[in-house]
Structure formats: structure tokens, C-alpha cells
């Protein structure tokens, strides 16, 4: 048991919020292996499977950029796909056609009136991957952006989300609709990864941190993982630097979101627009909690620094961050010598 609140913090991290490494590694192998069972695909002919581009497979999500927290549920990839001669057509930014009338039967068998159909290709890519090994059962995503495999060998599911990688140097992936959205998720990991070394690693484990807070108090889908954290790294790219302390930067965050949750947020993509898609009734639970809990930590800091109260300090933080947070080991002072 720890004996201070920043070793508490420190057992918190490690054994709460932080996937372990052992768990982390582990990971790493299996997409690693995934991607190599997905390279063979378009070698089976009876599958006729969309031939790949290897050079512009892309890892993608939290997991990647080293913000998920544990429990470790979900690893995100792109599987990105040669044009095969086809072309695209801008709409919107979340609207692309893509002709596939001048490729192959590969793509065109997934095609409506030479339209590739980004749903027929995601049932595609979840319909062959019965043939891997290890293979346990493959669903569509949620939002109809990729396919879910799950693996007997593991507790967490990949999410594979087709992709095409075009002149622009943007990605094209299914919009839900039948459509095709770009995006570039190596923006994400260039941004985290850029302002993580600016604020000498401190980053990393504040973004994680409070993505844990809002597990413990806030409903599901209230707010995104992804637009959280890049709530976070818009307030630290305001700071000169972040705190050795990470409960002042918590603190500050919160207070941070308390306001700024109710306004857009952009990042230096232009392409993306505004993060913030989130309705009034959210944003103001989202403002509520966040006040509430920067609230809740002024009050742990003054009965740790001014009232010199280590079990109150706790059981504050506790509130703030549920039972997992650590207890302290405190000294019996009855039994204590001169």
C-alpha cells in the first residue's frame, strides 16, 4: 500500500488505468499475426478478395497512440486495398464515390452499377475472415465503418476498417452509408506524438488519466474517446508545460473542459472540421461532472497541503476516481516510539 498520495497516483497508474506491458506486448504479436493472415487473403481465389496495398496498411486508434486504458478491448487497423484502376469522386468530405468500371472482377463484384459499395466490401472482409485460423466470429462495427473479428486466442476484438489510399495522401474508408469518408488517422499519432515529446512524456498519462475519470462518471457515449482527448491535447498545446504534479493539470483540465466543451473544437487538420458534433444535453453533463470533480480535487488538495489530513485526502480522490483508487498505508501512532 502506498504511504503518499503521488505514490498512490503511482500504484493507481500501474495497476488501474495503464494496460500492463506484459498485455501490451501480447497485442503487438497478435495484430502482428493478423495482418500476416490478412496479407494471404487475396491468394485464395475461390474468395476473389480485394488485392492489398502493403505499403500503406495502417495501425490506427488508441491502442496505437498509446492513450486506451485498460481493460484492453478493442485494436483498430486499416486494411488499405490497391485502386485495381479504379477512380474517385469527391462529393463532400464525408461522401466519395468510388468507379471501379475500368478494374478488375475483384472489386467490381462488389460494385453497384460501377459504384463500389463500401458495405459490400466490409461484408467481404467479414466473410473471409472465417478463414483464418484461431477464427471465433466476425461482425459488422457498430457504425458500419469496419469489421469485427474476434479470435479464440484473445480477449479483445480487431476492428478492420477497409481503406483506399489515394494522390492526396488522405484515406478513404466506409461513411456507414455505402459511401466512402476521408480521413487521415497519421495526423492523430503525429499530433500526441509531437506534443507528448514537447511536455517531456507528461501527455500520455494525463490523456489516459482522464479517460478514466470519465469512465467512472460519465454515462456511455456521452463523450467519445477521441474527442476527449483531443479536448486534452488542445489544453495542453495552451500550456508552456505540464506539472510534475499530474493532479494540477486534472484539476486545470477539468476546469478547462467545464468551459470549452461548450464551444468547437478544431485541430490543425483542416480537413477534419469540428470535433465537437456533441448535443447541449451532453455537453452540460460533461461541464457539470467536470466542475463537480474540480471542485472535488481543490478539496483534496487542501486536506493533503493545509489540513496535513492523508485519510480525507483519499477518501476525496476516491470519490473523484472510484474504490480502485488506492488506500494509503498510515503509520499506527499508538504504537509509535520516540
Same mark, same amino acid.
Given at each position: 500500500?502506498?504511504?503518499?498520495?503521488?505514490?498512490?497516483?503511482?500504484?493507481?497508474?500501474?495497476?488501474?488505468?495503464?494496460?500492463?506491458?506484459?498485455?501490451?506486448?501480447?497485442?503487438?504479436?497478435?495484430?502482428?499475426?493478423?495482418?500476416?493472415?490478412?496479407?494471404?487473403?487475396?491468394?485464395?481465389?475461390?474468395?476473389?478478395?480485394?488485392?492489398?496495398?502493403?505499403?500503406?496498411?495502417?495501425?490506427?486508434?488508441?491502442?496505437?497512440?498509446?492513450?486506451?486504458?485498460?481493460?484492453?478491448?478493442?485494436?483498430?487497423?486499416?486494411?488499405?486495398?490497391?485502386?485495381?484502376?479504379?477512380?474517385?469522386?469527391? =462529393? *463532400?468530405?464525408?461522401?466519395?464515390?468510388?468507379?471501379?468500371?475500368?478494374? +478488375?472482377?475483384?472489386?467490381? @463484384? $462488389? !460494385? /453497384? #452499377?460501377?459504384?463500389?459499395?463500401?458495405?459490400?466490401?466490409?461484408?467481404?472482409?467479414?466473410?473471409?475472415?472465417?478463414?483464418?485460423?484461431?477464427?471465433?466470429?466476425?461482425?459488422?462495427?457498430?457504425?458500419?465503418?469496419?469489421?469485427?473479428?474476434?479470435?479464440?486466442?484473445?480477449?479483445?476484438?480487431?476492428?478492420?476498417?477497409?481503406?483506399?489510399?489515394?494522390?492526396?495522401?488522405?484515406?478513404?474508408?466506409?461513411?456507414?452509408?455505402?459511401?466512402?469518408?476521408?480521413?487521415?488517422?497519421?495526423?492523430?499519432?503525429?499530433?500526441?506524438?509531437?506534443?507528448?515529446?514537447?511536455?517531456?512524456?507528461?501527455?500520455?498519462?494525463?490523456?489516459?488519466?482522464?479517460?478514466?475519470?470519465?469512465?467512472?462518471?460519465?454515462?456511455?457515449?456521452? =463523450? *467519445?474517446?477521441?474527442?476527449?482527448?483531443?479536448?486534452?491535447?488542445?489544453? +495542453?498545446?495552451?500550456?508552456? @508545460? $505540464? !506539472? /510534475? #504534479?499530474?493532479?494540477?493539470?486534472?484539476?486545470?483540465?477539468?476546469?478547462?473542459?467545464?468551459?470549452?466543451?461548450?464551444?468547437?473544437?478544431?485541430?490543425?487538420?483542416?480537413?477534419?472540421?469540428?470535433?465537437?458534433?456533441?448535443?447541449?444535453?451532453?455537453?452540460?453533463?460533461?461541464?457539470?461532472?467536470?466542475?463537480?470533480?474540480?471542485?472535488?480535487?481543490?478539496?483534496?488538495?487542501?486536506?493533503?497541503?493545509?489540513?496535513?489530513?492523508?485519510?480525507?485526502?483519499?477518501?476525496?480522490?476516491?470519490?473523484?476516481?472510484?474504490?480502485?483508487?488506492?488506500?494509503?498505508?498510515?503509520?499506527?501512532?499508538?504504537?509509535?516510539?520516540?
Amino acid at each position: 500500500m502506498p504511504k503518499t498520495i503521488k505514490s498512490a497516483f503511482h500504484e493507481f497508474h500501474r495497476d488501474v488505468v495503464n494496460i500492463e506491458t506484459s498485455r501490451t506486448q501480447k497485442a503487438l504479436a497478435s495484430r502482428d499475426w493478423l495482418i500476416e493472415q490478412l496479407n494471404k487473403l487475396e491468394l485464395d481465389e475461390s474468395l476473389s478478395f480485394p488485392f492489398r496495398y502493403g505499403a500503406r496498411q495502417l495501425n490506427i486508434g488508441s491502442f496505437q497512440r498509446k492513450t486506451k486504458i485498460r481493460e484492453l478491448d478493442d485494436i483498430d487497423l486499416f486494411f488499405c486495398f490497391t485502386a485495381d484502376n479504379a477512380f474517385y469522386t469527391k =462529393i *463532400s468530405d464525408d461522401h466519395y464515390v468510388i468507379s471501379t468500371v475500368n478494374s +478488375s472482377h475483384r472489386l467490381k @463484384s $462488389l !460494385s /453497384d #452499377d460501377g459504384i463500389l459499395n463500401s458495405r459490400k466490401v466490409i461484408e467481404k472482409v467479414k466473410n473471409s475472415l472465417a478463414k483464418i485460423s484461431q477464427y471465433k466470429n466476425a461482425d459488422l462495427h457498430r457504425r458500419g465503418e469496419a469489421a469485427t473479428l474476434s479470435l479464440t486466442s484473445y480477449e479483445w476484438v480487431f476492428d478492420i476498417v477497409p481503406c483506399f489510399y489515394t494522390d492526396t495522401g488522405l484515406y478513404l474508408i466506409p461513411n456507414g452509408e455505402g459511401g466512402w469518408k476521408q480521413t487521415n488517422p497519421s495526423v492523430d499519432q503525429v499530433r500526441i506524438t509531437t506534443e507528448n515529446q514537447a511536455k517531456n512524456g507528461k501527455l500520455l498519462q494525463l490523456v489516459r488519466t482522464v479517460k478514466y475519470w470519465s469512465k467512472i462518471h460519465l454515462p456511455n457515449d456521452t =463523450i *467519445s474517446s477521441y474527442l476527449l482527448e483531443n479536448f486534452v491535447i488542445k489544453y +495542453s498545446q495552451m500550456k508552456e @508545460s $505540464l !506539472s /510534475d #504534479d499530474i493532479v494540477y493539470d486534472l484539476r486545470d483540465f477539468l476546469q478547462y473542459l467545464s468551459h470549452n466543451i461548450y464551444y468547437p473544437l478544431y485541430t490543425e487538420s483542416t480537413f477534419q472540421g469540428d470535433l465537437n458534433s456533441l448535443n447541449e444535453e451532453r455537453k452540460k453533463i460533461i461541464s457539470d461532472k467536470s466542475i463537480w470533480s474540480a471542485s472535488k480535487i481543490n478539496e483534496a488538495l487542501h486536506a493533503e497541503l493545509f489540513n496535513y489530513d492523508l485519510p480525507k485526502a483519499i477518501s476525496i480522490w476516491q470519490e473523484v476516481f472510484g474504490n480502485n483508487f488506492p488506500k494509503l498505508e498510515l503509520k499506527d501512532e499508538q504504537n509509535s516510539t520516540v
